[in-house]
């Protein structure tokens, strides 16, 4: 471990919320470096937070109650699936790498 090293605070929900709702608003305007520059972040850490956020709203709108994360070996790869169960008994596939696209144009 290295004492010196001091990771950056935790962001709140309600400030992730903005920064989606923001780009959401105006993708062109509140670009992911405009996004970026405002708040003083990161762009990798801006990007994680619209992807993240794509991500919640995405299981809210199938009404995600349960995720399993599964793995399937693929000669020399391993592939890791999620999967979904909505609460209308539905199960929903995809792959980490679906989910993780860049979510800006």
Not at 86 to 102: I, V
Request: net charge positive.
């Amino acid at each position: 471990m290295n004492p010196s090293f001091t990771p950056p605070p935790p962001l709140s929900d309600e400030f992730r919320q903005q920064i989606y709702e923001d780009y959401m608003k105006d993708p062109i305007k509140n670009s992911v470096r405009s996004l970026s520059q405002r708040h003083h972040l990161s762009l990798k850490r801006v990007d994680a937070i619209l992807r993240l956020k794509g991500l919640e709203y995405s299981w809210y709108k199938v009404c995600a109650c349960f995720f399993s994360i599964q793995t399937q070996n693929d000669e020399s790869n391993e592939i890791f699936r999620l999967v979904l169960k909505t609460s209308r008994d539905q199960w929903l596939n995809c792959t980490f790498s679906d989910l993780f696209k860049p979510c800006y144009p």
